[in-house]
T-cell receptor, first 116, second 113 residues
Framework: AQSVTQLGSHVSVSEGALVLLRCNYSSSVPPYLFWYVQYPNQGLQLLLKYTTGATLVKGINGFEAEFKKSETSFHLTKPSAHMSDAAEYFCAVSDGFGGGADGLTFGKGTHLIIQP | ETGVTQSPTHLIKTRGQQVTLRCSSQSGHNTVSWYQQALGQGPQFIFQYYREEENGRGNFPPRFSGLQFPNYSSELNVNALELDDSALYLC????????????FGSGTQLSVL
């Protein structure tokens, strides 16, 4: 069985500061890892994904994440926060591409607050 | 390119009733997955439909059922509603059953009283 733990249900940063959202996973097979963002009253949107290959993954809106197998982590970062980054962020794991027959397993989410 | 659309956006039902939620997949996508998102939680996988067949299922009882139509749109049916079924139901479409990029609709907020 797979699971995802997101440390911190709420993270607050100042505009222009570094954003770091933490995600740890467990999986019995090599994982496929994802970060999704959910803006108020909207569906989830894929920020980035790791399948195989390069462990540093770049996504949309200046976000990136690094897969660290030894730490079972996939933390999301952005060098400089913008007010428009305020949203709910979900880390997800799959043992087969996009989830296939088992779907994606999501964490509980981290609410990112940007202080002016 | 038409995105994923869900209807209705909000729904109120009473315990024991039945409900049908609808989803139109994004143009060109043949796979639809349904997720339940309870308040303060991440989405939980209900099931996936591919080529009009259920292709996988999460830990949900049989009273959660679905359909996929030839145009790839989909329905989620829930029978004998319980209070704990109150949640946001999200539909996601993808270009294939093992495609990593899911496109989500805005969801249907179901309240069971």
């Amino acid at each position: 069985a797979q699971s995802v733990t997101q440390l911190g249900s709420h993270v607050s940063v100042s505009e222009g500061a570094l954003v770091l959202l933490r995600c740890n996973y467990s999986s019995s097979v090599p994982p496929y890892l994802f970060w999704y963002v959910q803006y108020p009253n909207q569906g989830l949107q894929l920020l980035l994904k790791y399948t195989t290959g390069a462990t540093l993954v770049k996504g949309i809106n200046g976000f990136e994440a690094e897969f660290k197998k030894s730490e079972t982590s996939f933390h999301l970062t952005k060098p400089s926060a913008h007010m428009s980054d305020a949203a709910e962020y979900f880390c997800a794991v799959s043992d087969g591409f996009g989830g296939g027959a088992d779907g994606l397993t999501f964490g509980k989410g981290t609410h990112l607050i940007i202080q002016p | 390119e038409t995105g994923v659309t869900q209807s209705p956006t909000h729904l109120i039902k009473t315990r024991g009733q039945q409900v049908t939620l609808r989803c139109s997949s994004q143009s060109g996508h043949n796979t639809v997955s349904w997720y339940q998102q309870a308040l303060g939680q991440g989405p939980q996988f209900i099931f996936q439909y591919y080529r009009e067949e259920e292709n996988g299922r999460g830990n949900f009882p049989p009273r959660f059922s679905g359909l996929q139509f030839p145009n790839y749109s989909s329905e989620l049916n829930v029978n004998a509603l319980e209070l704990d079924d109150s949640a946001l139901y999200l539909c996601a479409s993808s270009a294939g059953p093992r495609e990593g990029k899911l496109f989500f609709g805005s969801g249907t907020q179901l309240s069971v009283l």
